[in-house]
């Protein structure tokens, strides 16, 4: 079992910045690639970011892309999103996954265990 637990959100007005973490526990996942996914109200659950286990490729959403950046502490078993220049339309929950895989996938489907989420509002 792997446990996931995501923070780090909260409100913050337009153009401001936050980070999340998603600090993993139980099996390891130094060999799996992890990711963030989004869901706002009434929307499916987006991707956003990915990174290989090795932290050495990297994906994005393409309305992220440029402005968030995914990393992995491998040592902490953590996996981090720094968001900057934020708008309201990135208001939403935002989960953290563990992939089953060592490459990053943009497929929902590829990823195993979730964490519960941690809400970021975005002020205009």
């Known amino acids: 079992q792997v446990q996931l637990v995501e923070s780090g959100g909260g409100l913050v007005q337009a153009g401001g910045s936050l980070r999340l973490s998603c600090a993993a526990s139980?099996?390891?996942?130094?060999?799996?690639?992890m990711g963030w996914f989004r869901q706002a109200p009434g929307k499916e659950r987006e991707f956003v970011a990915a990174?290989?286990?090795?932290?050495?490729?990297?994906y994005y959403g393409d309305s992220v892309k440029g402005r968030f950046t995914i990393s992995r502490d491998n040592a902490k078993n953590t996996v981090y999103l720094q968001m900057n220049s934020l708008k309201p339309e990135d208001a939403a929950v935002y989960y953290c996954?563990?992939?089953?895989?060592?490459?990053?996938?943009?497929?929902?489907?590829?990823?195993?265990?979730w964490g519960q989420g941690t809400q970021v509002t975005v002020s205009s």
């Open positions: 996954a563990r992939s089953r895989y060592g490459l990053g996938s943009r497929n929902r489907n590829d990823y195993d265990y």
């Open positions: 990174m290989s286990w090795s932290g050495g490729s990297t």
């Open positions: 139980g099996r390891t996942f130094s060999n799996n690639a």
